[in-house]
């Protein structure tokens, strides 16, 4: 971290205007069904109080696009953190405005303040230079927590901080940093990466930016089809992005000039309907039936996979190995975060990123099994991508 961080900063008496991620989803009855974001919070949000500050916290939640959206109010959200902390946390009926600006004013030390949802207003989103200003006098300083939204030029990442002078990472922010920074820049090797998802589209910059990086890349998921594909395999009815035929046989090329460094699946789990399946079967990758649909990796990629991972000193996973939300075609996403887990207790480094790779290892009751898991899907690709993340590059250099 190059940057300052929260700890950098002489908070007594002052009043810290900080961006969290409580995009969280909520239950029919508007209370939060997972509190994972929340509580990823909690350290930096207990730091600040502790040391004699008031705290205004913003987020976002959902996509209201710049209109009120009654059942996207943070206002359980509020209700919920306030359990977490054993203490009120008062909530603003906006973001911005005189009147917000009075509760935010009348803040003790001690105090917390949630604003309501920042995407209510379209300026957020629009990093318009106002909004962001109306939002900076809300606090002395400004720390950001939101890793998840670093990704993103907002008026809460990066045009608020042109109207402080300090601005921090809190400790999430830290930590997501420093993982995943230190996994691309100087891994413990051998450094494996583990691809997944649908698309190759999503994840053209990530594999490109970590092939001349990685020991290995093993790529599971619905863009290994457009990979067979390029080798000239049939592949059924399985996904395929037909226009990014011609990128998987360049990438494969590239990365065979790099000691076969792109390891596919040598057999796939077929179906002949996602829907209602009624025949389930495993075939060579080279071999997938006219009529079948691949929905997941199959036991003897489970297992090149493992040989690949069993010395690995450094592991980074992103994305399912297949359509892993039906039970009958999650056995290679769960083996896989069995791996990771496996590797974590042997002493490697493991670090999962992306919602739906998230989302199978809690699936997989293996969440305290792996070093850490990322609780932001996009702004991890960016970074895996190799791109600079606006609302990291604009907090206040050391």
Request: hydrophobic letters at 45%; one cysteine or more; aromatic letters at 6%.
């Amino acid at each position: 971290m190059e940057k300052l961080t929260v700890r950098d900063l002489h908070l007594r008496g002052k009043r810290v205007l900080m961006r969290v991620d409580f995009n969280v989803p909520l239950t029919e009855d508007g209370k939060v069904a997972d509190d994972t974001r929340i509580r990823k919070a909690l350290p930096t949000i207990r730091y600040i109080l502790e040391q004699g500050a008031s705290l205004v916290l913003m987020s976002h939640l959902g996509r209201p696009k710049g209109k009120v959206a009654p059942e996207l109010s943070l206002r359980p959200v509020a209700e919920h953190l306030g359990k977490l902390l054993g203490k009120e946390v008062k909530f603003a009926p906006d973001c911005v405005g005189p009147d917000v600006e009075k509760l935010a004013q009348s803040l003790q030390p001690g105090d917390v303040l949630l604003l309501e949802n920042l995407r209510f207003h379209k300026e957020e989103t629009a990093n318009d230079p106002e909004f962001a200003r109306q939002l900076a006098r809300l606090g002395d300083l400004y720390v950001n927590d939101a890793f998840g939204t670093a990704h993103r030029a907002h008026a809460s990442t990066e045009g608020v901080t042109h109207f402080f002078e300090q601005c921090a990472a809190g400790f999430l922010m830290e930590k997501e940093i420093n993982y995943l920074a230190k996994a691309i820049e100087a891994p413990v090797r051998p450094f494996v990466a583990i691809l997944g998802g649908a698309k190759i589209s999503g994840k053209i910059d990530v594999i490109q930016n970590l092939l001349p990086r990685v020991d290995a890349l093993l790529i599971g998921g619905g863009m290994a089809f457009t990979f067979f594909k390029a080798l000239g395999y049939e592949i059924g009815r399985s996904i395929l992005e037909e226009d990014k035929v011609d990128l998987a046989r360049e990438l494969l090329v590239r990365a065979n000039e790099k000691e076969q460094k792109l390891v596919l699946p040598v057999d796939i789990v077929c179906t002949d309907s996602l829907d209602e399946p009624e025949d389930i079967r495993v075939f060579p990758a080279a071999k997938i039936p006219e009529n079948g649909i691949g929905v997941d990796i199959g036991p003897q990629t489970v297992e090149l996979f493992r040989q690949r991972l069993a010395a690995a000193r450094t592991i980074v996973w992103n994305g399912p190995m297949g359509v892993f939300e039906k039970d009958e075609f999650a056995k290679g996403t769960f083996a896989v975060a069995k791996i990771l887990a496996e590797r974590t207790k042997a002493g490697a480094t493991t670090i999962v990123g992306g919602g739906d790779s998230v989302a199978a290892v809690k699936k997989a009751g293996l969440e305290d099994s792996i070093t850490h898991i990322s609780t932001g899907g996009g702004a991890s690709l960016e970074m895996l991508g190799g791109y600079e993340l606006p609302g990291l590059a604009a907090l206040t250099d050391k």
